[in-house]
């Protein structure tokens, strides 16, 4: 049985600093594209970051860039997401998702609809 489950969400004034994590099971973690989306209220889901930790390589929105640093853990089957000088505007349910047979700028283009598995979610709030 396929799970994600998620952790690290919480509330952090604009400037600081969360770490999500993404626990997978039921499938290896190197033959899939992990990601992270996230959905604000009345806003669609969108890919944050993903990576295909086969090779190594990642995506991020422009949104995100130079301030979140996606990894992972082979070994621990766990996706980390490191999220620096966070803005009001990082305020969403942050979701992780598993594609399979793609790569992680790929799975950053995806509609959410062709998303193979998806975590619970985790809150991420950013306000003073």
């Known amino acids: 049985q396929v799970q994600l489950v998620e952790s690290g969400g919480g509330l952090v004034q604009p400037g600081g600093s969360l770490r999500l994590s993404c626990a997978a099971s039921?499938?290896?973690?190197?033959?899939?594209?992990i990601g992270w989306f996230r959905q604000a209220p009345g806003k669609e889901r969108a890919a944050v970051s993903c990576i295909s930790t086969y090779d190594g390589t990642t995506y991020y929105s422009d949104s995100v860039k130079g301030r979140f640093t996606i990894s992972g853990d082979n070994a621990k089957s766990t996706v980390y997401l490191e999220m620096n000088n966070l803005k009001p505007e990082d305020t969403a349910v942050y979701y992780c998702a598993a594609v399979g047979g793609t790569t992680a700028q790929a799975m950053g283009m995806v509609h959410p609809e062709f998303i193979d598995y998806w975590g619970q979610g985790t809150q991420v709030t950013v306000s003073s």
């Open positions: 039921g499938f290896t973690l190197a033959d899939y594209a």
